[in-house]
């Protein structure tokens, strides 16, 4: 078989042009660990993605800061009895609590998280899979709450502190 571009010159400028290009920044895809903020930009309910095949709600979220900004991170839930006080957990955390589950599969409900900023933790579980908790609401997606010139109270630690002085996570 012959190839239409195999002209020696042709490969030449080709490889010209390959020499000159700027190199990509490195990416950075290891795990996060530790706290962050983080926008809600996307809540997708999945079908069959789950845990043994059940429903999957999953958050997506850009990390804000206030390091690795623009990072993705994702929060799912398997939509299985046995996991559902970490979903009322994560809806009471987004000011949600009126949600039911069943409300879920209704995309304007997901909609409604969209813009959402949090104080999350990232880990490592003991499989190595990253884990993302819910800690704190920062703002609302309606733009209720804190902001970043009030932000909410923290320990010695600088890790968020719930109204009663305790940690969070």
Request: hydrophobic content about 35%.
């Amino acid at each position: 078989m012959t190839y239409p571009h195999t002209d020696p010159d042709f490969l030449d400028d080709l490889d010209g042009a390959y020499g000159a290009a700027p190199a990509p920044e490195p990416r950075n895809n290891d795990p996060l660990r530790g706290t962050f903020q983080a926008r809600v930009i996307g809540a997708v309910m999945e079908d069959g993605k789950g845990f043994e095949g059940s429903d999957r709600l999953s958050f997506e979220l850009r990390v804000t800061g206030p390091t690795a900004a623009g990072r993705h991170l994702w929060r799912n839930h398997s939509m299985r009895k046995d996991g559902i006080e970490w979903l009322k957990r994560d809806l009471y955390t987004l000011g949600f609590p009126d949600v039911k589950p069943s409300q879920l599969y209704d995309p304007g409900t997901r909609a409604r998280f969209v813009g959402a900023d949090l104080n999350v933790k990232c880990d490592i579980n003991k499989n190595g899979y990253q884990v993302v908790y819910f800690n704190s609401l920062i703002s609302a997606a309606d733009g209720s709450g804190f902001d970043e010139r009030n932000p909410p109270p923290v320990d010695a630690d600088g890790a968020p502190v719930g109204p009663d002085g305790r940690a969070l996570f």
